[in-house]
């Protein structure tokens, strides 16, 4: 934690901290009907649900209204919520999201081994659907893997899923982990691949074999900002920033089209060199899915599949 708290409920943000775009652009691109925005969270407010004391960063507050302002701005239709590790495994922030959201948000919660059976039926009825276990160093401490199968163990009766966010250098050390998980399995934005490396490279190549031999396996083709060298600068004035990460994304499109999802990752936790236009971001979609076909699969069929089965 690179910040301290002031008072009870007073929370000063990590220095050099930035903020959402209050105001993105328009998207060019027109979302298909129904779509879903697949990863994104709320930040307290901390007045409200305080950070976790054991949290790495202090983010600045995003509240649930200022979601679903973008949601609708930007022409979303649902959210998945998913659990950031400023609030640790203290769920309530997000699960408070999905009761006011009118059925339009499902969530993805972080949990401890000692969560009990209630708790998680609780959120289950909530709108909870999986569970994150993280493995970025900068933002969590190590959990056992031990606990962390113990808690898929417990989830996967009730058709949850979970999501793993690791870093690509980090995949063949998890890979056995992984694979031995008995849910579908969600990799959050590709595994973070190096694109400045070729995209069919040893390092890309083994997160694309991981999918391929894997069929619980589904990745988000997510945070092209966070990934990119070249940065929102478009090519030729045109609407299209983070031009090196299509390469990558396009290839997951292309090859798993029934296993993909996307989200905008609002409010963009720890990014310090800059902050994406999230109508920028949404106008990325059509240069990694090219089609209307494969635009609906990754906005609108296949995170129904995952998070909303029963309206199929
Ligand atoms: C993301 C990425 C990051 C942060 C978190 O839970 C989090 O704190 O996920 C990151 O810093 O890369 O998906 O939001």
């Known amino acids: 934690m690179t910040t301290t708290k002031k008072s009870a409920m007073e929370f000063i943000k990590t220095p050099g901290w930035l903020d959402w775009y209050a105001n993105p652009s328009r998207p060019a691109f027109e979302v298909p009907p129904g779509a879903v925005d697949a990863h994104c969270h709320v930040f307290g407010p901390g007045a409200k649900f305080p950070y976790a004391p054991e949290r790495k960063y202090t983010p600045c507050d995003a509240s649930k209204e200022q979601l679903f302002a973008l949601r609708d701005r930007l022409g979303f239709a649902r959210n998945v919520v998913v659990q950031a590790t400023c ?85 063949p050390e998890l890979w056995d982990f992984f694979t031995a998980l008995p849910t579908t399995v969600v990799v959050d934005h590709m595994g973070r691949p190096d694109v400045s490396l070729p995209v069919d490279g040893p390092q890309f190549e083994l997160f694309v074999k991981f999918m391929r031999e894997h069929a619980n396996v589904w990745s988000k083709v997510s945070c092209p900002e966070r990934l990119s060298m070249t940065g929102p600068k478009a090519l030729n004035g045109e609407r299209n920033a983070y031009h090196d990460v299509v390469p990558f994304a396009s290839r997951i499109v292309e090859a798993f089209p029934d296993r993909i999802l996307w989200g905008t990752d609002w409010p963009h936790p720890n990014l310090k060199d800059h902050m994406p236009d999230d109508g920028l971001l949404v106008d990325f979609i059509p240069h990694i899915a090219t089609t209307p076909a494969l635009q609906k699969k990754l906005l609108v069929d296949n995170p129904m599949r995952l998070y909303w089965p029963e309206q199929g």
């Open 87 to 171: 609030h640790g495994a203290d769920n309530r922030a997000m699960v408070d999201a999905l009761m006011h959201s009118g059925g339009n948000a499902r969530g993805v919660a972080t949990v401890r081994r000692d969560v009990t059976d209630r708790e998680l039926r609780d959120m289950h009825a909530a709108g909870v659907r999986g569970v994150r276990f993280n493995f970025v160093r900068r933002l969590v401490d190590f959990t056992p893997k031990k606990e962390l199968l113990e808690i898929a163990a417990r989830v996967a009766p009730m058709g949850w899923h979970v999501v793993i966010y690791f870093e690509a250098v980090d995949l």
